[in-house]
């Protein structure tokens, strides 16, 4: 499907964010979605989905999202995917997600098409798909795999923490990985006292984050299966991450809980509740060195590609576990890509509310 020009609300809507005019920038898109450009519309609902320098008008935003997407445009049917796949504002049905996803590949939208590729376990395309089959390969995969966990093994039973084998395939990794490797950015420490994110030498691996405007159905199907592993509703999970670590890089000794320590400790946890689990994802393993160490339990890690860890970050009364403290060591050789997944002890997502934040942290 070729790209329709770029309409004059999106360049101007461009111009007043650029020069921090962001309600001007939404009054533009709106005139361009009155106009029916469905660029606008899928823009325009995207802000207000998440309050993007927009008011969060959530519900609203989706329902731009799914007119635009009715309307033939690519992107907005994917985005709809992940919403029918969460259960926001569009009614939750897996099998329905899939059929978006397949109307947004059809539509040539190239994230839509890697997806089911992926998901169908296929590694060579056709050059030219003919006719219907982007909806025939979406029929044909099997969502009960996602609905569902391969045993886990004990490294720890107190405090616990469980490795998965075969989590997810091989194809599902590399496409997890040529995602997120046009998005890695230098990965920040946030501080409490200034209540802002800073590089910090304890941290110097990249990551890709995701929000709900570029969370796709595959992300929330591998969240699924990382719920059905730990028995923690998909709606405690925050937004998902790829961290990439390169030789010499690395993540020192570090807590995942939400610190004692953090100015206004208390209102934090009421507000977004306890860092109860961290879920990792090993998306390769040609690398050396690398492992996940726990220096307190005298554990490490090394997961193969397609693996899963998981392990709390707290004692039963939800105090944080000082015996968790751990590292994401560098690899000595080849880089290495994990997805990371933390889990809150309460909902941060909730299913067809009149507002929700998606993955704050």
């Not at 461009?14 to 309600?23: F, I, Q, T």
């Not at 984050?209 to 969370?215: A, E």
């Not at 080849?334 to 993955?359: A, C, D, H």
Request: charged letters at 20%; hydrophobic letters at 40%; glycine letters at 8%.
């Amino acid at each position: 499907m070729p790209l329709a020009p770029p309409a004059p609300e999106l360049r101007l809507a461009d111009e007043h964010d650029a020069a921090g005019r962001h309600s001007e920038a939404i009054d533009a898109l709106a005139r361009g979605t009155s106009a029916g450009n469905l660029a606008c519309m899928r823009q325009l609902g995207k802000r207000l989905l998440t309050g993007d320098r927009a008011p969060l008008l959530a519900a609203e935003g989706a329902r731009f999202l799914l007119d635009a997407a009715n309307r033939g445009d690519p992107e907005a049917a994917a985005r709809i995917a992940a919403l029918a796949a969460l259960g926001l504002y569009v009614k939750s049905n897996l099998r329905d997600a899939l059929r978006w996803l397949a109307v947004a590949a059809e539509r040539g939208w190239q994230p839509a098409r890697g997806q089911l590729h992926a998901l169908a376990g296929i590694t060579a395309s056709p050059e030219t798909p003919a006719g219907d089959y982007w909806s025939r390969l979406a029929t044909g995969i099997e969502l009960a795999p996602w609905q569902a966990s391969p045993p886990a093994r004990e490294l720890s039973s107190d405090p616990y923490i469980q490795a998965l084998d075969s989590f997810i395939s091989p194809p599902v990794c590399d496409w997890l990985i040529a995602r997120a490797r046009g998005r890695l950015t230098r990965a920040l420490v946030y501080d409490p006292v200034n209540q802002q994110d800073f590089a910090s030498q304890t941290r110097t691996n990249s990551v890709a984050n995701f929000g709900l405007t570029d969370v796709e159905l595959l992300d929330v199907l591998l969240q699924a299966r990382m719920s059905y592993a730990c028995r923690i509703p998909m709606s405690h999970m925050e937004a998902p991450a790829v961290l990439n670590y390169q030789p010499g890089e690395a993540a020192t000794d570090h807590y995942d809980f939400v610190d004692p320590k953090t100015p206004d400790y208390a209102a934090e946890i009421a507000r977004n509740g306890q860092r109860v689990l961290t879920f990792l994802v090993y998306l390769n393993e040609d690398y050396e060195g690398g492992e996940t160490h726990f220096p307190s339990l005298g554990i490490s890690h090394k997961g193969r590609r397609g693996g899963a860890l998981f392990f709390g970050n707290v004692l039963r009364d939800m105090q944080p576990d000082l015996r968790m403290l751990h590292a994401g060591r560098s690899p000595a050789r080849g880089e290495k890509w994990i997805v990371s997944q933390f889990i809150r002890n309460r909902p941060v997502l909730t299913p067809m509310p009149p507002r929700t934040l998606y993955g704050k942290s």
